[in-house]
């Protein structure tokens, strides 16, 4: 007679906990935060690849702004991010979250210092290189964005700030993060074992960074096509995810005052 196999009940422990989450993958609650990342996704990149076409109606803007010429890499982390989260690997979605917000800032922050100088590609990565800090966004209290007052524009910044100060604890181990795990494995919550709550707390996060993104694209085109994308393409599109969230809503209602708004409250 040989001996039971002393690793049967880990292997058994091990198909329950799979078989107990693919049935949790598939309650209306956890698909309904599913289709929602697909939907924020989707709706972040309709923005930004609206704005790249919007852009190369102005050569000099795909070619020599940091925000146009790399839209491609800001893509992708989009894409990274819906992968990752959707696969329940919300610690990696962060750090990719912390990239995309990075980059997304030192983009228009370069693009709007040189706005007025006329510099080429070359000059402004020699001015990334120079001039903004590699390891921090601290550069952003020194932005200033289009259409925003004072304090919008300070509430912004703060946003921008405390965001990637957040997403950092994803990034570098830190207290924070390791008493999140803690807590997580003491509910039975281990990686790629999300809850329905916990994906519904990433696409909050996600909502929030891609309305400060998408904001940043807008700056760097300019109000004035920026405008005419909201009136022209999103003001049809009643489903874009983007039209309540505080940033992105505060850039659509700079531009109430044109003739196609107006004239549809007064069909309306």
Known sequence: MTDPDPSLALKEERARK???HDDLRNTPEFKAQQVRCV???EGAALGLHSTWLMASRCQSLIDDFLTFRFVD????SIISIWALANEGLHNPARREMRYLLEAASKHLYVDL???HANARLSEKIAFLESTVSSSSVAFVSDMTLYGFDVAQNKEFIDEISSTYSRLCQ???RSPEQVSKSIALLSRGISPGFDTAQEFEALNQEITQLYDLVLV???NALGLGLAGDLFVSLFDGM?????HR???VARVSRLFDYKFERQKERNDA
């Open 170 to 172: 994803y990034v570098h």
């Open 18 to 20: 799979i078989q107990a």
């Open 73 to 76: 890499d800001t893509l992708q």
């Open 216 to 218: 940043m694209h807008f």
């Open 39 to 41: 939907r924020l996704m």
């Open 113 to 115: 210092k040189l706005m």
């Open 238 to 242: 009643q489903a874009w995810p983007y």
């Open 245 to 247: 969230t505080k940033h």
